[in-house]
């Protein structure tokens, strides 16, 4: 099977497109791949050799805030929202120090490079994400401070895909369905780090397609669980 589609996750300090990125996460998967398996390539993402599946990046905040009338050349600066802020202080833990404090972090344009060769070496076809209004978007702006134009056969809205739909398509009749995906997906976060982190929201909501697309045909089919 190829894993063309790509989820993407986003971990920032506001929800506007010019919000500053703390670090990004991306994990190709399938709509049509055994959930199981899924959950099994997402754990091997951890490691060096799983990167082909999925990896996540810190991002460096330096060039992300510089101020009005830099040297030409320097990246517009980008948005903290206040609430925001507060919001991840409130969280705490160990997560939380790490998309802070935690190092290495890749440049604006170590990240575009790096998101740029995954897609080309990986023939990505479409980008999906936990909604349509926050990570793409972001994701484009972030990406067109720093010479994506390459992405912009993707970046159109015709190559977009909102995994809440999606799910909401196919699982919105089954009230204990969706209690079970949520679980399950809680599950996965926990092997991958826990919550907050863009690896394990990537490879999670990624896990929701695939176990919406196996339990639909299970439940029309009359079938066991997932």
């Known amino acids: 099977m190829r ?16 919000a500053v990125v703390l670090s990004a996460g991306v994990f190709r998967f ?11 390539r997402a754990v091997s993402a951890l490691t060096p050799e799983g990167e082909c599946y999925g990896w996540e990046a810190l991002v460096a905040l330096e060039g992300q805030l510089e101020p009005p009338g830099a040297p030409e050349g320097t990246l517009v600066p980008r948005s903290i929202d206040g609430r925001t802020l507060a919001w991840w202080l409130r ?3 160990e997560q939380v120090q790490r998309q802070f404090f935690g190092q290495p972090r890749l440049s604006l344009v170590e990240l575009a490079a790096k998101l740029l ?12 994400s936990r909604g349509t209004d926050f ?3 972001i994701l484009r702006s972030l990406l067109g401070q720093a010479f994506a134009a390459r992405l912009e056969r993707l970046a159109d809205h015709t190559h977009n895909r909102d995994v809440r739909s999606w799910v909401d398509s196919r699982m919105g009749s089954w009230p204990d369905a969706l209690e079970d995906l949520r679980e399950r997906t809680d599950a996965l976060r926990r092997q991958l780090g826990g919550k907050h982190g863009a690896l394990a929201d990537a490879a ?3 896990f929701s397609v695939a176990w919406c697309n196996h339990a639909t045909s299970v439940i029309k089919g009359g079938g066991g669980g997932a």
């Open 117 to 128: 060769g995954f897609v080309d070496q990986h023939g990505i076809t479409s980008l999906w």
């Open 30 to 40: 399938h709509p049509d791949e055994k959930p199981e398996e899924l959950s099994k």
């Open 91 to 93: 969280e705490g833990g």
């Open 135 to 137: 990570d793409l978007p």
């Open 3 to 18: 894993f063309t589609p790509l989820m993407v996750d986003l971990e920032t300090l506001g929800t506007a497109p010019d």
């Open 204 to 206: 999670a909501q990624a």
